[in-house]
């Protein structure tokens, strides 16, 4: 079992950048893929980005693509989500998330292990 803890939510202007951590305990994190999604209050859970264990492969869903990347540190045990040119549909709760899985990154049922979640708010 993975634990995760976000960090580096917070209040930003439409067209800054926040940069998200996520910091996991347990040996095996280093195995699995690692994803991040959202939730905006009244809204499902949906994806936002995944990298693989090894960070040589990453997915993004087109609402963020060429806006945010994912990346990750296997010394550290932390992953990252960078926010660029935020707007305010990106306002939401942000949750990193763990998987062993090899596929379906972009559902959430696929990642058997969650962090508690960092609020992302952009103000016009």
């Known amino acids: 079992q993975v634990q995760l803890v976000e960090s580096g939510g917070g209040l930003v202007q439409a067209g800054g950048s926040l940069r998200l951590s996520c910091a996991a305990s347990g040996r095996t994190f280093r195995m699995r893929a690692m994803g991040w999604f959202r939730q905006a209050p009244g809204k499902e859970r949906e994806f936002v980005a995944a990298?693989?264990?090894?960070?040589?492969?990453?997915y993004y869903s087109d609402s963020v693509k060429f806006r945010f990347i994912i990346s990750r540190d296997s010394a550290s045990n932390t992953g990252y989500l960078q926010m660029n040119r935020l707007k305010l549909d990106d306002t939401a709760v942000y949750y990193c998330?763990?998987?062993?899985?090899?596929?379906?990154?972009?559902?959430?049922?696929?990642?058997?292990?969650w962090g508690q979640g960092t609020q992302v708010t952009v103000s016009s």
């Open positions: 990298i693989s264990w090894t960070g040589g492969v990453d």
């Open positions: 998330a763990a998987t062993p899985y090899g596929g379906n990154w972009d559902r959430w049922s696929t990642y058997p292990d």
